[in-house]
Protein backbone atom coordinates (compact mmCIF):
# COMPACT_ATOMS: atom_id res chain seq x y z
CA UNK A 1 0.00 0.00 0.00
CA UNK A 2 1.28 3.16 -0.42
CA UNK A 3 0.16 5.34 2.20
CA UNK A 4 -1.85 8.70 1.43
CA UNK A 5 -1.44 12.37 3.80
CA UNK A 6 -4.84 11.19 6.09
CA UNK A 7 -3.36 7.94 6.87
CA UNK A 8 0.27 8.61 7.37
CA UNK A 9 -0.96 11.83 9.50
CA UNK A 10 -3.01 9.73 11.84
CA UNK A 11 -0.70 6.71 12.33
CA UNK A 12 2.08 9.35 13.01
CA UNK A 13 -0.13 10.82 15.77
CA UNK A 14 -1.00 7.56 17.00
CA UNK A 15 2.94 6.81 18.00
CA UNK A 16 3.92 10.50 18.36
CA UNK A 17 2.42 13.18 21.22
CA UNK A 18 5.64 15.24 21.82
CA UNK A 19 4.69 18.96 20.16
CA UNK A 20 8.57 19.07 19.34
CA UNK A 21 8.22 15.95 17.82
CA UNK A 22 4.98 16.99 15.81
CA UNK A 23 6.63 20.10 14.30
CA UNK A 24 9.74 18.02 13.45
CA UNK A 25 7.71 15.51 11.38
CA UNK A 26 5.62 18.46 9.70
CA UNK A 27 8.73 20.17 9.10
CA UNK A 28 10.68 17.61 7.46
CA UNK A 29 7.39 16.76 5.32
CA UNK A 30 6.96 20.24 4.37
CA UNK A 31 10.79 20.19 3.31
CA UNK A 32 10.49 17.17 1.64
CA UNK A 33 7.49 18.26 -0.78
CA UNK A 34 9.39 21.69 -0.89
CA UNK A 35 12.42 19.72 -2.48
CA UNK A 36 9.84 17.25 -4.31
CA UNK A 37 8.59 19.86 -6.39
CA UNK A 38 12.14 21.46 -6.98
CA UNK A 39 13.17 17.96 -8.53
CA UNK A 40 9.64 17.45 -10.38
CA UNK A 41 8.72 14.38 -8.27
CA UNK A 42 5.59 13.11 -6.47
CA UNK A 43 5.55 15.89 -3.39
CA UNK A 44 2.83 13.82 -1.65
CA UNK A 45 4.82 11.03 -2.21
CA UNK A 46 8.04 12.29 -0.82
CA UNK A 47 5.91 14.58 2.13
CA UNK A 48 4.15 11.57 3.83
CA UNK A 49 7.75 9.70 3.60
CA UNK A 50 8.89 12.81 5.12
CA UNK A 51 5.94 12.85 7.80
CA UNK A 52 6.77 9.35 8.67
CA UNK A 53 10.60 9.03 8.98
CA UNK A 54 10.54 9.69 12.99
CA UNK A 55 7.48 7.60 13.18
CA UNK A 56 9.11 5.03 16.19
CA UNK A 57 11.25 7.44 17.88
CA UNK A 58 8.90 8.69 20.61
CA UNK A 59 7.94 5.17 21.60
CA UNK A 60 10.94 3.28 20.84
CA UNK A 61 14.41 5.60 20.64
CA UNK A 62 16.39 2.40 20.98
CA UNK A 63 14.89 1.08 18.11
CA UNK A 64 14.76 3.90 16.14
CA UNK A 65 14.83 3.50 12.37
CA UNK A 66 14.10 -0.69 13.31
CA UNK A 67 11.00 -0.79 14.90
CA UNK A 68 9.23 1.45 11.76
CA UNK A 69 10.13 -1.60 9.57
CA UNK A 70 7.97 -3.70 12.02
CA UNK A 71 5.26 -1.03 12.74
CA UNK A 72 4.65 -0.07 8.75
CA UNK A 73 5.05 -3.79 7.18
CA UNK A 74 1.92 -4.43 9.94
CA UNK A 75 0.17 -1.73 7.84
CA UNK A 76 0.88 -3.48 4.66
CA UNK A 77 2.91 -0.73 3.56
CA UNK A 78 5.29 -0.42 0.45
CA UNK A 79 8.68 -1.57 0.43
CA UNK A 80 9.86 1.81 -1.19
CA UNK A 81 8.44 3.32 1.62
CA UNK A 82 9.81 1.59 4.28
CA UNK A 83 13.25 1.81 3.08
CA UNK A 84 13.65 5.80 2.29
CA UNK A 85 12.44 6.02 5.77
CA UNK A 86 14.99 3.39 7.04
CA UNK A 87 17.49 4.90 5.33
CA UNK A 88 16.95 8.48 7.18
CA UNK A 89 19.38 6.91 10.14
CA UNK A 90 21.81 5.41 7.46
CA UNK A 91 25.34 4.99 9.78
CA UNK A 92 23.62 6.50 12.70
CA UNK A 93 21.26 4.00 13.88
CA UNK A 94 20.31 1.82 10.62
CA UNK A 95 22.45 0.21 7.85
CA UNK A 96 19.63 1.46 4.86
CA UNK A 97 21.98 2.98 2.81
CA UNK A 98 20.04 5.66 1.20
CA UNK A 99 20.24 4.84 -2.38
CA UNK A 100 17.35 6.62 -4.36
CA UNK A 101 17.12 10.73 -4.58
CA UNK A 102 14.26 11.19 -2.33
CA UNK A 103 16.14 9.30 0.11
CA UNK A 104 19.17 11.12 -0.30
CA UNK A 105 17.62 14.16 0.39
CA UNK A 106 15.26 12.96 3.60
CA UNK A 107 19.14 11.73 5.23
CA UNK A 108 20.16 15.38 4.59
CA UNK A 109 17.79 17.85 5.83
CA UNK A 110 16.73 15.88 8.88
CA UNK A 111 19.34 17.17 10.78
CA UNK A 112 19.01 20.59 9.24
CA UNK A 113 15.49 20.85 10.16
CA UNK A 114 16.51 20.58 13.64
CA UNK A 115 19.79 23.34 13.02
CA UNK A 116 17.25 25.57 11.26
CA UNK A 117 14.14 25.50 14.34
CA UNK A 118 17.13 25.95 16.79
CA UNK A 119 18.32 29.04 14.55
CA UNK A 120 14.53 30.28 13.83
CA UNK A 121 14.00 30.16 17.57
CA UNK A 122 17.21 32.24 18.91
CA UNK A 123 16.00 35.13 16.41
CA UNK A 124 13.45 38.02 18.23
CA UNK A 125 11.08 37.01 15.76
CA UNK A 126 11.40 33.34 16.67
CA UNK A 127 9.92 32.84 12.99
CA UNK A 128 11.99 31.07 9.85
CA UNK A 129 10.47 33.66 8.37
CA UNK A 130 12.97 36.11 8.32
CA UNK A 131 15.71 33.81 8.78
CA UNK A 132 18.48 34.13 6.23
CA UNK A 133 21.15 31.40 5.02
CA UNK A 134 24.07 33.40 6.93
CA UNK A 135 22.33 33.04 10.37
CA UNK A 136 22.33 29.41 9.63
CA UNK A 137 25.71 29.16 8.21
CA UNK A 138 27.10 31.17 11.37
CA UNK A 139 24.98 28.82 13.98
CA UNK A 140 26.36 25.65 11.84
CA UNK A 141 29.92 26.48 12.46
CA UNK A 142 29.34 26.75 16.03
CA UNK A 143 29.61 23.17 17.39
CA UNK A 144 28.61 24.31 20.62
CA UNK A 145 25.02 25.48 18.91
CA UNK A 146 22.52 23.26 18.84
CA UNK A 147 25.24 20.38 19.94
CA UNK A 148 22.78 17.33 18.78
CA UNK A 149 23.04 18.11 15.44
CA UNK A 150 25.44 16.20 13.58
CA UNK A 151 26.89 18.35 10.87
CA UNK A 152 28.77 15.73 9.51
CA UNK A 153 25.48 13.92 8.57
CA UNK A 154 23.98 17.58 6.71
CA UNK A 155 27.57 17.58 4.65
CA UNK A 156 27.49 13.99 3.39
CA UNK A 157 23.95 14.44 2.62
CA UNK A 158 24.78 17.79 0.66
CA UNK A 159 27.18 15.85 -1.40
CA UNK A 160 24.61 12.87 -2.08
CA UNK A 161 22.10 15.16 -3.26
CA UNK A 162 24.74 16.80 -5.17
CA UNK A 163 23.63 19.85 -4.11
CA UNK A 164 26.51 22.78 -2.73
CA UNK A 165 25.78 23.02 0.94
CA UNK A 166 24.50 26.25 0.68
CA UNK A 167 21.99 26.04 -1.75
CA UNK A 168 20.73 22.56 0.47
CA UNK A 169 19.98 25.02 3.46
CA UNK A 170 18.73 27.06 1.73
CA UNK A 171 16.09 25.15 -0.51
CA UNK A 172 15.40 23.83 3.74
CA UNK A 173 14.70 27.11 4.62
CA UNK A 174 12.43 28.13 2.11
CA UNK A 175 10.57 24.44 2.26
CA UNK A 176 9.90 25.64 6.04
CA UNK A 177 9.25 28.53 5.50
CA UNK A 178 6.24 27.19 3.32
CA UNK A 179 4.38 24.70 7.10
CA UNK A 180 6.19 27.93 9.00
CA UNK A 181 2.43 28.60 10.84
CA UNK A 182 2.09 24.51 11.37
CA UNK A 183 5.62 23.94 12.68
CA UNK A 184 5.73 26.94 15.15
CA UNK A 185 7.48 29.01 13.31
CA UNK A 186 5.83 32.02 11.59
CA UNK A 187 5.88 35.58 12.34
CA UNK A 188 4.14 36.58 15.62
CA UNK A 189 1.32 38.84 14.05
Not at 20 to 32: F, P, T
Not at 168 to 181: H, P, S
Request: proline share 3%; with cysteine; net charge negative.
Amino acid sequence: MKPDRDFAWKLFREYNESESLVHHGLAVEGVMRHFAVLFREDPDKWGVIGLLHDLDYEKYPEEHCTKVREILTEQGVDEEYIHAIASHGWGLCSDVEPVERMEKVLYATDELTGLITAAALMRPSHSVMDLELKSVKKKFKDKRFAAGVDRDVITKGAEMVGMPLDDLIQETILGMREVADSIGLAMAE
